[in-house]
């Protein structure tokens, strides 16, 4: 089989030539394979992190679940904004920090964050400007020059599509599973629930458009993706019920409809998020299934309990294991996953989130062999 017959074979719920294996590798990772300062992806898309997140999959082989990773939008939906410019407002060798602005009664308005682009790290988004000692309007700034364009819209699914190849399949974000991201939007929500409930019931109206929208072009996704890292850190799970299901429940329904996989990725714990998914909502995949301490999830329990309904991605331990541990650590932790959840299909060996820059090749060799030999049907 190839990654993509194989993980179509697991989706609809069949037996596959060997356990399907998909480690995170989503940003730092092919990032770092370039060579290049992480600007040069992030901000100067020289790559886009998306091309190399392509290229890392082809290099390592494995059956890559490309979850939303390039930037599908359209104009007709509001989601292109053309009112905000981004400007260089710092530059060293080790990092570039860019703020925007826009034209407001004749002056320039400027936004109240910055981003801080890093040689060797992904950026830093919503940066106050006094906490890394820069004033909140500039006193200079420079046009960015140099950005690479890539195809937009209908034309980057196509293009993503026929790079990836029989490699894997590509995801397009349409939902999302929090509208709490931080610490002050937990206290807004207590403030002003109201604001919040407007909120979930716009996006509710804009996800089913965007979704009628992917669903009426030629060259469609592969699957939706309708996660959201942490959805359970700033929400609890009474509060996900209240902002955010709403939003799974419709776009999984419709994605049940159409016949096309629906995908939750959110890191953190979990647990709840599993249950709720697979009793409540017509969800196909969900992952990493971290387990402690920065997860609750216990994989061979999830399995005995929703593996006959969700199909599960997860969950080897990304530092302690991944990028810490041996080659003979790696593939007694993915020997120990495969047993607990490869049984009767519906499982995809991967990591409990995105592997770190550092992560020895060796590893994720390793974690790879080992679902095509012991991973074996």
Known sequence: MTSRERLLTVINGKIPDHVPVAPDTSNMIPARMTGKPFWQLYLYQDPPIWKAYIDCVKYFGFDSLMDGYIPVQFEELGEVDHDWTEVLVFQNEERIITQKYREALGKKEWAEWVTVYYRDNPPTWDVEPNAIGLPTVPVKWKKIDGVRE????????????????????VGVFCGQSTLLFSQKDIYAYYDDPEKFHDKRDRLLEHYERK???LMSLAHIPDFIC????GSLVFQSPAIFRELALPI???????????????HIHSCGPETPLVKICAEETDLTII?????????????????KLYGGKLVLKGNLHTTAVML??????????????????????????????????????????????????????
């Open 248 to 262: 799974v429940k419709k776009v999984t329904s419709l994605c049940k409809q159409r016949g096309i996989p629906s």
């Open 150 to 169: 890539w195809p937009k819209g209908e034309a980057l699914i196509q293009f993503a599509q026929e790079e990836m190849g029989e490699h894997g399949l």
């Open 324 to 377: 810490r541990g041996s080659a003979q650590d790696i593939i007694d932790a993915s020997k120990k996953a495969i047993d607990d959840a490869a049984e009767g299909g519906r499982f995809i060996l991967s990591t409990g989130d995105q592997c770190g820059r550092d992560t020895p090749d060796e590893n994720l060799f390793a974690m790879i062999d080992t679902a095509k030999t012991y991973g074996k049907y």
């Open 211 to 213: 979704f009628n929208k």
């Open 226 to 229: 309708t996660g959201a890292s």
């Open 287 to 303: 992952d990493p299934l971290e387990i402690p301490p920065m997860g609750d999830c216990n994989l061979r329990e999830i399995k």
